[in-house]
Structures are given as C-alpha cells and as structure tokens.
C-alpha cells in the first residue's frame, strides 16, 4: 500500500473532487434531506422515517436476506441461521457447560436482533433482562425504572415491560441520533461508563470518533457480574486500565480474572468457572490496525455513502462491504472490487487457520483436564503445583481463542492483532498441555499420545431443539494444515450418513 498511497491521494482526490479529508480519510457529512421536528423520547422509527424516508428505507432494509459475505461471513438468506458451533466444532467443546455450547449462531441484519433472542434456545438468556441492554432502545428506560432487577429478572418479565409494538424491533434511530440536531448520540450508559474509565470525555467526541463509537455501543465485548447466588447484578465492559486505542486482551483477562464475582460460568470438561468475551469487533479494530491508525470508523466500511435518486445518504442497511460489491472500499481505494476482496479472504483464510490451531490445542489441553480430573476422583494423586500452573495458562489460552472466536471479521479488522493473539493461545496451551502430561505420568495415568476430543458429544443433540453438528458449515483450516496435528480419528466427530 505504501507505494500507492500518492497516486490514492491524487484518485481521491481528482476523482471525487475533494470530498474526502485526508486527515480522517472520512467523506463530508451529507446533509439530512429536510428537517421535520421529532418529538422528545420518541422512539417509533416510522416518526423518524418521516423526516428521514431515505434513510428509514436503507434501515428497513435490515429485514430483507442478505447476500452472503465473505466464504466466513455468509450474511443469511432467508434459509435458517449459520450455526458458529458447526463452523468451529472445538467451541462446542469449550462452550459446553451453558448457553453459548448449546446454540450459538451467526449475526444477521439489525432488523433481527430481539427476535433472535426470543428465538434461541433458553439456555441463552438465564442470565436475565440485563440481556436486553444493547438489543432495544428501552434498555436505558427500564434500568432506571426497575433498578437492581433491569440485570436478574428473568428476561421475558423484563422484555414484557417494552412498549408490545415495539418487542420485536431492533436497533433505531433514537440508539444513535439526537432527535433535534440528528447528530450522533451514545444512549447506553455502559459505553458513557466504560469511555469515562479509559480517560475519554463522552461529552467531547469528534463526529468521526462518534461513526466508530455509535457501534461500540453494542459491538464490544462485556462482562455480566454475578452474585453469589449467580444472578446478574451489572453489566459492564472489562476496560479497566485500558486506554483508547489500546484496550488490549491482555487488560481484558486482568480484568476478568480480578473479581470472582466476573466469572459468569462453568465449563463441564474442565469445571473451572470462567469469564466469557463477546463480539469485541470496537476492541480489536481499535488496537493499532491499519484502517484506524489512518481515521477510518466502522461506518466507512459499513455505512458507506449511496445515492438515492439525488440525495446522497449513509447506507443504514448494515452489513458485510463484500455483500455490497467493495463499495465501501472504493470511496477510498483505487483497485477493483476482485482486487480488494481477494486482499479480506487472504487475510481471513490465514486468521482462520489460526484460529483452528489455538482451538485444537486448547481443546487438548481441556480434555487433559478431565483426565487429570478424573484421576484424583480415582484417588490418584496429581502434583498441585503443576495442576495449577497449567491452569492459570489454560485460562490464558481459553481467554484468547473465546476472544478472537468471538470477533466478527474473521481478523479482517486487524489481522496482525487476531494473528499474535491466536499465537499466543497457542504457546499457552501447549505449556499447559505439557505440564498436565507430565503431571498425569508422575501420577502413573497414561494418556494417549492423540487424545480422543469426543466432538460428538458436545455437537450432537443440543438443547430443547436438538441441533446437530452440521459438516457442510464447519471452517477446516483452508491451508491443511489443522489436518497433519489432528488425526480425524482423535477429533471424534459425529458420523454423518452420506
Ligand atoms: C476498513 C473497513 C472496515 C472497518 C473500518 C470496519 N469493518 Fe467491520 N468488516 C469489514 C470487513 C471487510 C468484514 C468482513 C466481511 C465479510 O467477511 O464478508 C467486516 C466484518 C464485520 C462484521 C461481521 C459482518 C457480517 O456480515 O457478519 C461486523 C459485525 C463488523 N465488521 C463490525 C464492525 C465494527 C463495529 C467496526 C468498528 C469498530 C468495523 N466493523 C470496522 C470491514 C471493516
Ligand atoms: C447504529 C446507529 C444508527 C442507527 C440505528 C441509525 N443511524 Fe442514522 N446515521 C448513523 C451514522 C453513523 C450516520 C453518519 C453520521 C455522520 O457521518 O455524521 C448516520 C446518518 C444519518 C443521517 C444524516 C444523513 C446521512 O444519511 O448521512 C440521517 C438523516 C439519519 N442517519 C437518519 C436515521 C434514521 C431516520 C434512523 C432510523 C430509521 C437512523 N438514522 C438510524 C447511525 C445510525
Ligand atoms: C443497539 C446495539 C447495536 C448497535 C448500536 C449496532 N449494532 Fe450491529 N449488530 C447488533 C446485533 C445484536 C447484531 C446481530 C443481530 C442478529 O443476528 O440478530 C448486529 C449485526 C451487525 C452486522 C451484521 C449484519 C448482517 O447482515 O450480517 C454488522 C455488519 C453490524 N452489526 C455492524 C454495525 C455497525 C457498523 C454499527 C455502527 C454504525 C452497528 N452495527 C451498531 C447490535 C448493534
Ligand atoms: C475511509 C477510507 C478507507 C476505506 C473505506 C477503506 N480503506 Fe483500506 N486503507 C485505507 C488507508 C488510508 C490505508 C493505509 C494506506 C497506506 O497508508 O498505505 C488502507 C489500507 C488497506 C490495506 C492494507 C492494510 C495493511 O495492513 O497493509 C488493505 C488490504 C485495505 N486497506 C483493504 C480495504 C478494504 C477491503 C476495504 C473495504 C472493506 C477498505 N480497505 C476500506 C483507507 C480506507
């Protein structure tokens, strides 16, 4: 890129007639068609709409099947959801022990996001109505109103208290737009909270920290506290100690791991409770990638500008930018559309590979776990001392591939970062794996050299609905490689008629 960056100035620069600021490489805010006032606390995006019908069209678009993405990103097309435990069978593994090992899909569009929820399996929403928070505008609304019991009741009672026309409707216009100057607004205290805490003032952002930071809202990752009884009592994002453009997986796991009250489950193969991440698209893009070292947000590539008749709008229809032919890139890359997304599945294809490494190992070493576990329950006698070291680095290992397993690029928004962490998961679960094998020797059990991982057991029959794995959705590492390290016979995969 370097090489080429003159000639993508001049581009830019000649052929859009300066539209865009270097600086931010962000293009001029277009202005709203017309202005009609919108009432305070209206939430109806149809009352929007009529002030905004170009932008409300491009949002009800979010309803519409998406065509897929990326081969990682397959939007949904109308045919039932991708299952994220089928495209990664080690995660069934990992995840076993509550919802997220039960069922666990692919995002689709905005227009979904509540009605997903009411469709998963229950196992997924134990957790209570603090599962609403970045699902419905009411989410700040019913906080206030019910206190402490917004995070513990059970989430149907609090989903009951949203206005009934509005219970199966997702992210709107109010989420992100001040009503009178239809500047972009945080609604959610947990990022007002969170932003305060790496030293930014909520109060002073810029428009374009605002196009990336009206996403973080939700496309963050966080931690739900419990009490002792395991009920919710908070919901906040682990960022503590973190600074802006450096919220590291590193401070992530410090956090998690310095309050008890943060490990929000239990997972079965090893019994150890553990924190959870959750799509930490802001987290991840953030730290030192390309894109937002050069001033490009989130809704650069996903909320590109589009002509409608004679206007010129944001696209609120978000998604992938490969379901949307490259557009997005091209306000400010020169190449093709084949070119640049050649350049996201080089990126991704590599991630993935990665990815299926450190996942492997780290179901190892779970699986090693057991053994040992099972071993002291026998009445052998396992070294405490190594048992513990190796599992302080399991928790390492387990936090990094949760972490890059739950971003939703596939490493597009950093690959050097998604690289490093899935390589460090690796190191981290081999150590572990290595020190349980010589603990498990010295306490006379015998391990396999190729650990049976039993995949079928936790892929097979889940939840209420019964889901099973799914061969043709699975993400084998596209380099071959996962392949020669496990031997087909050890994964324990379920047999699938032909
Ligand atoms: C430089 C462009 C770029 C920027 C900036 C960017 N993304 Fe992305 N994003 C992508 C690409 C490319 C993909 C992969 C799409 C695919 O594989 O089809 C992606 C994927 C995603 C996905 C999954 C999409 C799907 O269809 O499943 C989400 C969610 C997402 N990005 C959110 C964000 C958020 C939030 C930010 C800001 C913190 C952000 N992105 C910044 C380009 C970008
Ligand atoms: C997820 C956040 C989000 C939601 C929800 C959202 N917008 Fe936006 N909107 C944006 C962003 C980001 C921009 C670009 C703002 C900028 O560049 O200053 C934008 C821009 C706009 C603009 C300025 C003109 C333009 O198109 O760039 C209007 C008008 C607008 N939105 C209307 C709406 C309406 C009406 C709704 C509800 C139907 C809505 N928005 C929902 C994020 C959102
Ligand atoms: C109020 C919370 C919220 C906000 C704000 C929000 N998102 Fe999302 N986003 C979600 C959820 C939840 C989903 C998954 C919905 C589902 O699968 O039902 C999602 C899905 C997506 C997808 C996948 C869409 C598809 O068709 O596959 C992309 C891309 C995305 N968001 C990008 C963004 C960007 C960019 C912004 C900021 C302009 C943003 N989101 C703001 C919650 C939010
Ligand atoms: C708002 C402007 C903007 C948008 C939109 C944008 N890019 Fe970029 N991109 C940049 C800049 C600036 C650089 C850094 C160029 C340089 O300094 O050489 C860059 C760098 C890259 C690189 C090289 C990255 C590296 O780490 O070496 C790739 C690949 C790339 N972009 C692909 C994409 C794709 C694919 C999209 C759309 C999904 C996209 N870009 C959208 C501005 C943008």
Request: net charge neutral; charged share 20%; glycine share 8%.
């Amino acid at each position: 890129m370097k090489t080429k960056a003159p000639l993508f100035i001049i581009w830019a620069t000649v052929l859009l007639g300066g539209v865009f600021l270097w600086g931010g490489c962000s293009p001029q805010k277009s202005e709203p068609v017309k202005t009609v006032a919108i009432p305070d606390g209206e939430y109806d995006p149809a009352v929007w709409g009529q002030a905004y019908p170009l932008e409300y069209d491009s949002w009800l678009k979010s309803k519409e099947p998406n065509p897929p993405g990326s081969k990682y990103r397959k939007g949904w097309t109308g045919n039932g959801k991708f299952d994220k435990l089928s495209e990664y069978p080690y995660l069934a593994l990992l995840f076993n022990g509550w919802g997220f090992g039960v069922e666990y899909n692919e995002i689709r569009g905005h227009h979904y996001m509540l009605i997903d929820q009411l469709e998963i399996d229950p196992s997924r929403l134990k957790a209570g109505g603090v599962c609403l928070t970045c699902k419905t505008p009411f989410a700040p609304k019913l906080k206030e109103e019910l206190g402490p019991n917004y995070f513990k009741d059970p989430y149907l009672d609090v989903h009951a208290k949203i206005p009934v026309q509005f219970q199966r409707l997702g992210v709107m216009c109010i989420d992100c737009h001040d009503n009178k100057s239809m500047d972009l607004k945080l609604s959610r205290w947990t990022l007002q909270k969170a932003l305060t805490e790496i030293g930014k003032d909520p109060k002073t952002l810029t428009r374009q920290e605002k196009r990336s930071l009206a996403c973080a809202q939700c496309h963050v990752t966080y931690v739900i506290r419990k009490d002792k009884d395991m009920k919710s009592t908070d919901v906040f994002f682990p960022w503590q100690g973190s600074k802006e453009g450096d919220i590291s997986i590193e401070n992530i796991i410090k956090v998690i791991k310095s309050d008890p009250a943060y490990l929000e489950w239990k997972q079965t193969v090893t019994g150890f409770k553990l924190g959870f991440s959750r799509h930490p698209e802001y987290e991840v893009y953030s730290r030192n990638s390309t894109h937002w070292q050069a001033g490009v947000a989130c809704a650069d590539c996903h909320m590109q500008y589009m002509r409608v008749g004679v206007n010129k709008i944001s696209n609120h229809n978000v998604g992938s930018p490969l379901a949307q032919g490259m557009v997005a890139c091209q306000q400010c890359h020169a190449e093709t559309a084949d070119w640049l997304k050649a350049r996201v599945l080089a990126i991704q294809d590599r991630t993935t590979s990665l990815l299926n490494r450190a996942g492997y190992s780290v179901a190892v070493a779970a699986k090693l776990f057991e053994i040992a576990n099972q071993a002291q329950a026998n009445g052998k006698s396992v070294n405490q001392d190594l048992y513990n070291q190796a599992k302080d680095l399991y928790a390492e290992a387990f936090y990094r591939i949760n972490f890059i397993g739950a971003e939703n690029s596939a490493g597009f928004h950093n690959p050097t970062e998604a690289a490093r962490i899935c390589g460090d998961a690796v190191a981290f679960a081999e150590t572990s794996a290595a020190l349980l094998r010589q603990a498990l020797a010295q306490a006379g059990v015998e391990v396999p050299v190729n650990v049976n991982l039993e995949l079928a057991k936790y892929l097979q029959k889940r939840g209420v609905k019964g889901l099973n794995f799914k061969p043709e959705e699975e993400f084998m590492d596209p380099y071959h490689i996962q392949e020669l390290l496990t031997p087909d016979a050890s994964l324990g995969l379920p047999v699938v008629a032909p």
